[in-house]
């Protein structure tokens, strides 16, 4: 046990953790030019806010939330999703007396007790944005297109599947039709779905149990349904994602897993990575602030989750980034010029290059081949003759040539060796 890792987590090692350093540079960037600013909130909340936030009949909330009492008896969670932290963050910090609309991004772990699949872990890892103060159909098309541009920076072809999933003067409409629908099929339903009839008839839509998914199909669907406000919305979201070049295909029967969503929904689907395709997706939750306690507020943002993301990058073949190797390493021909040794290494990292050295006290021969097994593209040779002269061994480790340089102008050439190699 204590060199095991828990079920449903991983480790991010060297060789990996650059791909994800990679795209999480990628989405700040992109946050950046989109306007949104970033936010961090604590990895547990209070059990409430979820409960209420994400809603009482929902799978993450029923089944899959880590669940703990403190030491002063109150109820806490891990967060198993990002929004409704960022909703009481948005309340507590008075962020809706600003300027409006409010933009946040934010990156982290996530939580949630569940069967662990290709692509889904039980802490897993979300980039997601979050807009507060706008009802405008033009921010859902913001926000889509931002998600989009994200995926297709690195170099993704994804499906985009667009919904709107009403509000709650057309809500219950939709409740009504499928709530009769569903209990004259009763028989074929799995227990959850059956409980639920009751009390959110919606989740049987987002059910994976593959009876309940072939049911869903002639079932009622929400654009059967819209008022006219809703109506009006979802086709100003369409015209504006047409205007901006971004296709779409509207499937009737997204509904996220989640009860704040109102209005807009959309998922961005990869095939090939799973049973579940899906690689993020987010809509609006006009309702949400209100419902934890705030004045009313709309709100709409994304999230997308970097597991499953990473997987559908490798499986379409997108560029990612191999390890990082040092710029330099430094090898020495006794122990006895440690010290010299390790001032030239520092003055070397002083000057922005990645500069290693031995540590085992191997012999130069295991010490250059070592240095080969780095991936540097330059060797600094420490010899006392050399040391003496004020002169410093450097070898290209791509042609192999090798020459004496002034140690003033290591630094430098050190760098031509460096560039060199980030092009070959």
């Known amino acids: 046990m204590l060199t ?49 936030g994400v809603g009482d009949a929902t799978d993450i909330v029923e089944k899959e939330m880590y669940t703990f009492r403190d030491r002063s008896d109150r109820s806490l969670s891990l ?55 706008s009802p405008r159909p033009a921010v859902d098309a913001e926000v889509i297109a931002m998600a989009m ?69 002639n079932a009622p669907t929400s654009l059967d349904c819209l008022c006219g406000s809703c109506a009006a919305h979802f086709q100003d979201v369409q015209k504006y994602l047409k205007a901006l070049g971004i296709d779409y295909v509207v499937d009737r029967y997204l509904v996220r897993g989640l009860d704040y969503y109102t209005k807009t929904a959309f998922e961005m689907m990869a095939p090939g990575i799973g049973a579940q395709s899906s690689v993020g997706g987010g809509g609006r939750y006009d309702n949400l602030v209100e419902t934890i306690g705030g004045p009313p507020t709309p709100g709409i943002g994304y999230a997308i989750g970097l597991e499953r993301l990473l997987l559908a990058m490798q499986e379409q073949g997108s560029e990612l980034p191999g390890r990082d190797r040092p710029d330099v390493f430094l090898a020495s021909v006794d122990d006895t010029l440690e010290s010299e040794a390790l001032q030239l290494l520092q003055t070397l990292r002083q000057k922005g290059l990645a500069a290693d050295k031995d540590y085992l006290g191997r012999s130069l021969k295991a010490q250059m081949k070592y240095a080969g097994k780095t991936g540097a593209p330059a060797v600094v040779i420490l010899g006392k003759e050399e040391l003496a ?9 791509t042609t192999g040539a090798q020459k004496e340089v002034p140690a003033a102008e290591l630094a430098e050439e050190i760098g031509k060796l460096r560039r060199k190699g980030s092009t070959s």
């Not at 039709?177 to 009839?197: E, I, S, V």
């Not at 002269?389 to 480790?397: F, N, P, S, Y």
Request: hydrophobic share 35%.
């Open 389 to 397: 002269r004020g002169m410093i061994i450097l070898k290209d480790m």
């Open 149 to 217: 541009d994200f995926c297709g920076r690195l170099g993704l072809k994804l499906e985009l599947h667009l919904n709107s999933v009403g509000c709650p003067d057309c809500r219950p409409v939709l409740r009504e039709k499928l709530t009769a629908y569903f209990r004259a099929h009763q028989n074929d339903l799995c227990a959850d779905c059956l409980r639920r009839l009751a009390s959110n008839p919606l989740r049987a839509l987002d059910c994976k149990v593959p009876r309940c998914r072939e049911l869903a199909k």
């Open 4 to 52: 095991t890792r828990p079920r449903g987590t991983s480790d991010i090692l060297p060789g990996e953790v650059e791909k994800w350093q990679y795209v999480e540079e990628c989405f700040r960037r992109l946050c950046r030019e989109y306007g949104y600013a970033e936010i961090r909130t604590p990895i547990f909340e209070h059990t409430e806010l979820f409960n209420r």
């Open 79 to 133: 967060r198993p999703e990002g929004t409704a932290a960022a909703a009481r963050a948005y309340l507590e910090s008075n962020l809706n007396a600003g300027p409006q609309p409010v933009k946040l991004f934010y990156t982290g772990p996530m939580f949630r007790y569940d069967r662990p699949q290709a692509g889904r872990y039980r802490q897993f890892h979300q980039v997601g944005v979050e807009v507060f103060g």
